[in-house]
C-alpha cells in the first residue's frame, strides 16, 4: 500500500511557474506507474501527465510543451515543473499511483493552484 502527500501548491499569475511534489511512503514505489490528475471547479478530473516505472513520460494535450513530469526511486517522488501557467490550469492537482500489473491504484488528497493576476 501507498500514501501519497501532494505540495506545492499556491497563487500564480498568468505566465507564472509552479512546482508540484507528490511524496510517497509504502512499499514498492519504483513497482508502480505515476501520474498527475486535476479537477476544476464543476469539471471532471482530467489526466495532466504521468511518468512510467521505465521513466517514459506522457503529458494530456493541454499541457504539453509547458509542464514536464519526473521521479526519484530512491526518494520516492514525483515532480511536476508547470511552466507558463494560464487560469485555465486552476485545479485541484492529485497524484495518482498506479501497479500496471495488479488492481492497485491510490490517489493523493490534492493540492490547490489558483492563477490569477
Known amino acids: 500500500q501507498l500514501q501519497l502527500v501532494e505540495s506545492g501548491g499556491g497563487l500564480v499569475q498568468p505566465g507564472g511557474s509552479l512546482k508540484l511534489s507528490c511524496a510517497s511512503t509504502g512499499r514498492d514505489f519504483n513497482s508502480y506507474d505515476m501520474a498527475w490528475y486535476r479537477q476544476a471547479v464543476g469539471k471532471q478530473r482530467e489526466f495532466v501527465a504521468s511518468i512510467s516505472t521505465n521513466f517514459a513520460p506522457n503529458f494530456g494535450d493541454s499541457v504539453k510543451g509547458r509542464f514536464t513530469i519526473s521521479r526519484d526511486n530512491v526518494e520516492e517522488t514525483i515532480t511536476l515543473q508547470m511552466n507558463d501557467l494560464q487560469p485555465d490550469d486552476a485545479a485541484v492537482y492529485f497524484c495518482?499511483?498506479?501497479?500496471?500489473?495488479?488492481?492497485?491504484?491510490?490517489w493523493g488528497h490534492g493540492t490547490s493552484v489558483f492563477v490569477s493576476a
Open positions: 495518482n499511483a498506479d501497479h500496471p500489473f495488479r488492481d492497485r491504484t491510490y
